[in-house]
């Protein structure tokens, strides 16, 4: 394993650390302080049900190849094994509201986890999943049950009050700001959402003679700061060059403009889901024409995509 590899496997669970510690206080707090509306129930069942899922995945997978699963080696060995399903669990749970069901949050956890297996595209000699998991777990859930819905906004600071509720969207901006800087590089690609939501913002508003501040008003929600820090920038799924993730953070926001102009609901969700499945697409297609002309993608660009 060469240095780069090793550094760049490093900074990878660097993040993840990160990211695990802080949806993690993030929901403790939720339920305990800022006035989160689900139940114990669906964190909890959210957690057996990714860590089950990803286990069991690695198990068949590691079987079929004979060769050892990679959360064999001891307690350290299986905590950084279960870091990414352990975020996307408390993701998904987090961030719909299934009422007192607990159904749909094992539907969607199963399905974030079950998305990497199956999702995937030829990148070099190997295959990435493409697709955001709690981001398409969350897609999944909303499209098959009509009674569920995204966890209203509100309840991120419901209980909270006066300086409490600039400080703690602050506190979220500040951290996610540092771990896509210093971990998983992708200030470009928040850097081109946060344009191309204001952007279409401002021309819909133009459009239908609308306030622009009605447009623009999401962007205040800790909902929004959530899904701008910790969702449209997951680095397995998206682009590596700073071009290519301003690129499809525009692509982002221009795909909820389409939804939003065909008045469908949870556009977050839906236009992170099309634009990746997309970006998936495009690596079918740039796989086979490499293949056709005999031309190989450099390693180190394949192994620069790790897995979340």
């Known amino acids: 394993m060469t240095n780069d590899i090793m550094l760049e496997k490093a ?3 660097g993040g993840l650390r990160r990211f695990a510690i802080a949806i993690t206080v993030f929901n403790i707090l939720g339920h305990t302080v800022f006035g989160f509306e689900q139940s114990w129930a669906q964190p ?7 860590y089950a899922v990803e286990i069991l995945l690695e198990s068949i997978d590691a079987w079929a190849v004979g060769r050892r699963p990679n959360f064999i080696g001891g307690p350290m060995r ?3 094994f279960l870091l990414s399903a352990h975020i996307t669990g408390l993701a998904v749970g987090m961030l719909i509201y299934t009422n007192d069901r607990l159904w749909p949050t094992v539907l969607g956890v199963a399905v974030a986890i079950g998305s990497k297996a199956i999702f995937r595209a030829p990148v070099g000699s190997r295959s990435c999943h493409f697709l955001n998991p709690s981001n398409f777990g969350i897609t999944v ?21 006066g300086a409490g509720d600039w400080i703690l969207p602050g506190l979220i901006v500040v951290s996610g700001t540092f771990i896509n800087w210093r971990f ?10 946060l344009g191309g939501f204001a952007l279409q913002g401002v021309i819909r508003s133009v459009i239908f003679d609308t306030p622009v501040i009605a447009s623009l008003l999401p962007m205040t929600g800790l909902a929004f700061i959530l899904y701008t820090y910790y969702m449209v920038t997951d680095p397995a799924t998206t682009p590596n060059g700073k071009t290519a993730q301003f690129a499809f953070g525009g692509a982002v926001a221009a795909a909820y403009a389409l939804l939003m102009l065909s008045h469908v609901v949870f556009g977050l969700f839906f236009a992170l889901t099309i634009v990746s499945a997309i970006r998936g697409l495009g690596l079918y297609i740039q796989a086979a024409l490499t293949q056709r002309s005999g ?14």
């Not at 180190?300 to 979340?308: C, E, L, P, Y």
């Open 11 to 13: 900074k990878r669970l």
């Open 44 to 50: 909890v069942v959210a957690l057996i049900t990714a």
């Open 78 to 80: 299986m905590v950084e």
């Open 141 to 161: 859930v909303l499209l098959l049950f009509p009674s569920v819905g995204a966890a209203p906004p509100y309840h991120f600071t419901e209980d909270l009050g």
């Open 184 to 193: 998983t590089g992708k200030l470009p690609l928040v850097a081109g959402w």
């Open 295 to 308: 031309v190989e993608i450099p390693s180190q660009a394949a192994a620069s995509i790790s897995q979340r």
